[in-house]
T-cell receptor
Framework: TQLLEQSPQFLSIQEGENLTVYCNSS?????LQWYRQEPGEGPVLLVT?????EVKKLKRLTFQFGDARKDSSLHITAAQPGDTGLYLC??????????FGTGTRLTIIP | EAQVTQNPRYLITVTGKKLTVTCSQNMNHEYMSWYRQDPGLGLRQIYY???????DKGDVPEGYKVSRKEKRNFPLILESPSPNQTSLYFCASSSPINSPLHFGNGTRLTVT
């Protein structure tokens, strides 16, 4: 069973600060997705990365796929209260299944 | 509007009383899946379906049943619920498989 580890599990920072969360595995992914989940709602896709070394930007969010395709990171610049939520990575290891990480719960303090 | 609709949003029941959580999607997606979300454990897959009449076990299928008689519907059935099935449940769909998932808003189930 492939495992996805996300770190940190919890993160609480002040508005305006920068942060990075991580998603790691001992196995190679064929693709990786990042989702954000807000209270009372289902996860919503932020981005999909498929190429080793790929970097994608979504406004203040920067997503990177590791060269070895075993890790990914999400960097948020100048965090805002609207960024608060549970961030989930989900990897495809070359089969039919999408495996989810345990998530990083982010709180931005105004 | 493209969406995945789950019902009910909240459900409190007692041990052993059969229940069904419905899931419907209006995007003509082939792939549908059920997950449960528990603190510290993330999203774990219960069952999934690649298409009509095709279902397979996920990581935690014990105590659950599903059916896929129509493309748009994928109900989750608990024949004899137990307290350890208290959880937040999500239905999701995509097309093709391994494409980004569209999730419903969840069903919070409490079994006493």
């Amino acid at each position: 069973t492939q495992l996805l580890e996300q770190s940190p599990q919890f993160l609480s920072i002040q508005e305006g600060e920068n942060l990075t969360v991580y998603c790691n595995s001992s196995s190679v992914f064929s693709s990786l997705q990042w989702y954000r989940q807000e209270p009372g709602e289902g996860p919503v896709l932020l981005v999909t990365v498929v190429t080793g070394g790929e970097v994608k930007k979504l406004k203040r969010l920067t997503f990177q796929f590791g060269d070895a395709r075993k890790d990914s990171s999400l960097h948020i610049t100048a965090a805002q209260p609207g960024d608060t939520g549970l961030y989930l990575c989900a990897a495809n290891f070359g089969n039919e299944k999408l495996t989810f990480g345990t998530g990083t719960r982010l709180t931005i303090i105004p | 509007e493209a969406q995945v609709t789950q019902n009910p949003r909240y459900l409190i029941t007692v041990t052993g009383k059969k229940l069904t959580v419905t899931c419907s999607q209006n995007m003509n997606h082939e792939y549908m899946s059920w997950y449960r979300q528990d603190p510290g454990l993330g999203l774990r897959q219960i069952y999934y379906s690649m298409n009509v009449e095709v279902t397979d076990k996920g990581d935690v299928p014990e105590g659950y049943k599903v059916s896929r008689k129509e493309k748009r519907n994928f109900p989750l059935i608990l024949e004899s619920p137990s307290p350890n099935q208290t959880s937040l449940y999500f239905c999701a769909s995509s097309s093709p498989i391994n494409s980004p998932l569209h999730f419903g808003n969840g069903t919070r189930l409490t079994v006493t």
